[in-house]
Nanobody
Framework: QVQLVESGGGLVQAGESLRLSCTASERTFSPYRMGWFRQRLGKEREFVSAITWSDGNTYYADSVTGRFTISRDNAKNTVYLQMNSLKPEDTAVYYC?????????????????WGQGTQVTVSS
């Protein structure tokens, strides 16, 4: 497993933006895909976005399409999640994850390594 460290969470008002970062500690980090998931209070962890490490193909949940943007910096072993036009329902703990396999990128079970999570709170 790879150690993943998230940062960038915080408290914002509705309509504002945040950028989350997730950096892998491994020098030879080369996953197949990176993903962002979130877990709202009392809910199951859900898919937010994913990016294929080699070609940068991106995928989004319907609830964030058009507002969130995932990107990566291969040289820095870092994946980002730019979150714009935040809504109170985006309030959750956000986790990044890495997988070495293709397919089923919306499923938590496909991911090998997870970060510790970062809290995002959006007030109305």
């Amino acid at each position: 497993q790879v150690q993943l460290v998230e940062s960038g969470g915080g408290l914002v008002q509705a309509g504002e933006s945040l950028r989350l970062s997730c950096t892998a500690s491994e020098r030879t980090f080369s996953p197949y895909r990176m993903g962002w998931f979130r877990q709202r209070l009392g809910k199951e962890r859900e898919f937010v976005s994913a990016i294929t490490w080699s070609d940068g193909n991106t995928y989004y949940a319907d609830s964030v399409t058009g507002r969130f943007t995932i990107s990566r910096d291969n040289a820095k072993n870092t994946v980002y999640l730019q979150m714009n036009s935040l809504k109170p329902e985006d309030t959750a703990v956000y986790y990044c994850a890495a997988t070495s396999s293709s397919g089923l990128f919306r499923s938590t079970v496909k991911y090998d390594s997870w970060g510790q999570g970062t809290q995002v709170t959006v007030s109305s």
